[in-house]
């Protein structure tokens, strides 16, 4: 394995970074790394629906949208990202090999660490760190959250909260449900610390040699930040108006369906969330186009729905689309 250090506080180049290394290299990598503040939306997530655009525009927080599923998160330099890369062969999302080191590091420190529900981790029951990932021809990229000094006000401040989601976790709002890992630790340590012993603890494991960005990588990543992740095409184009919207949430995560139609037969569509996938959604969003809004016309095109929302059923499609 190949730990990759960064100074950079740059999301749009971070972000680009992990799509080139999933895609261009054949490596398998880890890294630690931190953003400005930002807010980072879900591949599947409507923009409009998950911001609040006031509070980002007057606090000059970047918005930019990443390549895995799950729900919109809050960066800012007291917030840990992490990353692996790997080759597997696995077809499935499993959250629980790549979180495991990180809870173990925790537990190392004193915390009461431990993996829930569908991506995130706890301390004493309360959230301080989610993770999403991807799968693309045979690496899987892995990514999370690790909420170490992070500003809370800012985090509450930025996002627009699915009351369905707090509600079915029984829990009275954003600020009760996080806390920072600092807070939770015996012994007092700063975040440079903190970052340099879990990458020393991550070499040991995977027998890592750590080798920085090569100025070739840098130059095309750096590309791939202006074409990509700095547009507003990537960023906010994917959200634009439909004609009929229904939502709902499911164990395995919210999904809206937007949809427009004409004389009963579905003219366009799209597929929103905070779901995980192994293939992308607009495959799906294609294979339903053109099609007539009736469960016959419908079920053989969702008949591998759980490939484009992990958990999903037929059925569960159904009751939105119609």
């Given amino acids: 394995m190949r730990i990759i250090p960064t100074t950079s506080l740059d999301p749009h180049f971070n972000l680009a970074a992990e799509e080139y290394l999933l895609t261009q290299s054949k490596e398998e990598i880890f890294m630690l790394w931190r953003n400005d503040r930002s807010v980072i939306i879900g591949k599947n997530q409507n923009a409009y629906a998950e911001l609040n655009l006031p509070f980002v525009e007057e606090q000059h927080v970047k918005v930019v949208r990443r390549m895995t599923g799950g729900g919109a998160v809050f960066h800012d330099p007291g917030n840990i990202n992490f990353t692996f890369i790997v080759n597997s062969a696995e077809k499935t999302i499993d959250f ?39 799968i693309l021809n045979g690496r899987t990229m892995h990514h999370g959250t690790l909420l170490f000094s992070a500003d809370m006000s800012r985090l509450a401040g930025a996002l627009h909260v699915d009351e369905s989601k707090i509600k079915s976790k029984g829990i009275g709002s954003v600020r009760s449900r996080v806390c920072n890992i600092a807070d939770c630790l015996s012994k007092p340590t700063d975040i440079l610390a903190f970052m340099s012993d879990l990458e020393t603890r991550i070499a040991s494991l995977h027998d890592a040699v750590t080798r920085p960005l090569s100025d070739e990588e840098t130059r095309a990543i750096e590309t791939l930040a202006e074409e990509k992740y700095r547009t507003w095409e990537w960023n906010f184009g994917q959200s634009k108006a439909y004609a009929s919207e229904k939502s709902a949430r499911f164990p395995y995560g919210g999904v809206t369906v937007l949809l427009n139609a004409e004389k009963g037969v579905i003219q366009s569509v799209a597929i929103r969330g905070d779901f995980f996938s192994v293939e992308d959604i607009a495959s799906l969003e294609q294979k339903l186009t053109g099609l007539r809004l009736s469960p016959d016309s419908l079920r053989p095109a969702l008949a591998n729905i759980s490939s484009y929302i992990a958990g999903a059923t037929e059925d569960d499609l159904l009751s939105l689309l119609l």
Avoid: E, F, H, M
Wanted: with cysteine; hydrophobic share 35%.
């Fill in 96 to 134: 629980a090999p790549y979180t495991a080191p990180i809870i173990d590091y925790l537990r190392s420190l004193g915390a009461d660490a431990s993996l829930s529900g569908r991506n995130d981790i706890l301390i004493d029951g309360r959230k301080v760190s989610g993770n999403a990932q991807c």
